[in-house]
């Protein structure tokens, strides 16, 4: 029988397992994805290779001290966020942008050299391959005697565990999972009441392969917007905007071009429109930035239809960040068998990657403080 069963191989599942392993217990990472990283998604455009985040991009060094040493100890490299020039306001469908100053649009935010995936390659690659198990639905929990029985689709036989942890985003864990036995109604609630950071939208990534030039160093001067005075930080502020923000998404030196943004229109315009976005997307970039714009290779992520990321109830947008780490969320359950983790519950950076590594060694701790305490007898969770 395994000591742990870690549900979601996001940042928190493998960041988590990662310790697990240095205190030599038996464990294993189910996703439910054909891959790793959760919100972590890095994809390589095809006419220049550049590395695209189509999920979690950046860090902030200053504030968030557990991201900046994990990436320090895995020895993966950072760059600062490209944000020297002009942002580009658009307050009008019809007029053309208003340049406005603003150098530090992202507040001193850093990027991933190779895009945020290098991170869950790094901590993947210093897991035993057999601990983790890919394409692994959970459905259903069963408390027994001395163990958890974990039941996953199309798999015959449950696995079993003494502990169990729910890597996963609160919300999608209440709609998908039949806990038996049931888990109390404050829980649900709360659990039902905490929203997915950014389950409910759409990313854009714009990759430029075709150079307008070299400079003196002999790199490709795709970065066309750099060469203008702009940082390619835009912001469409009219209602009618299809993308509300656009970034600078070139690699570390700039050789590589791109840019990234997020979507204005919601989940069910996003779907209504689907045919028709990148060419929307298209045009709304060709105003921020002109003709140039128009020979982008674009990508669209819409977390909205992650199956495995975002419920019904995240449809509907956060107005502004959620206030993360509900206290019932950090406690056991099942007389210490059952934990809850993840980004959305944490305390300091809930919501961002951050948060996610903050609930890892959250849960490093509750799980040894239970695994001394576990008796045999069920009890409801704490409410
Ligand atoms: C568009 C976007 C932009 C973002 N930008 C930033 C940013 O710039 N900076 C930042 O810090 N953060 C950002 N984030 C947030 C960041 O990605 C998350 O905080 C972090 O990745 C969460 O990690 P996690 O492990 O807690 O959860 P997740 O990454 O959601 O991992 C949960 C895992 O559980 C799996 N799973 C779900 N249900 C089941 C099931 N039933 N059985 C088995 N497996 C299951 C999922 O497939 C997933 O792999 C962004 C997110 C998005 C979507």
Known sequence: MLDVAIVGGGLCGLALANSL??????????????????????????????PMDMGAAWFWPQTQPRITHLLRKLNLASFPQHDTGKLLNLPDPETPPVPLEMDDMHSGAQRIEGGAARLVEALAARLP???????????????????????????????????????????????????????????????????????????????????DGMDAAGIDRAAFWRDDGQSGNGVATHPRAVLGEIHDACDALGARAGLSGFFALTAPLRAAFRLGLPMLARSQLIQWFGPRAQEAEIRIQDWADETWTSSRLDRIPAEEHPAYGNALLQMPCWNGRLHFGGSETASHGGGYMEGALESAGRLRRELLISRSALSGSVEACPS
């Open 129 to 211: 391959g057999a601990s983790l198990h890919l394409e692994q639905v959970l459905e259903r929990l069963v408390l027994g005697e001395d163990r958890v029985e974990l039941h996953f689709r199309h798999q015959p036989e449950p696995v079993p565990a003494r502990q169990v942890v729910l890597a996963l985003p609160p919300r999608l864990l209440e709609e998908r999972i039949e806990f038996v036995p049931p888990l109390n109604g404050q829980l649900r609630e709360t659990l039902r009441e905490t929203p997915t950071w950014m389950g409910a939208h759409a990313k854009l990534a714009a990759s430029y392969g075709k150079p």
């Open 21 to 50: 392993q240095a205190q030599g217990l038996t464990f294993a990472v189910f996703e439910a994805r054909p891959r790793l990283g959760g919100r972590i998604h890095t994809v390589e455009a095809r006419n220049n290779g550049l």
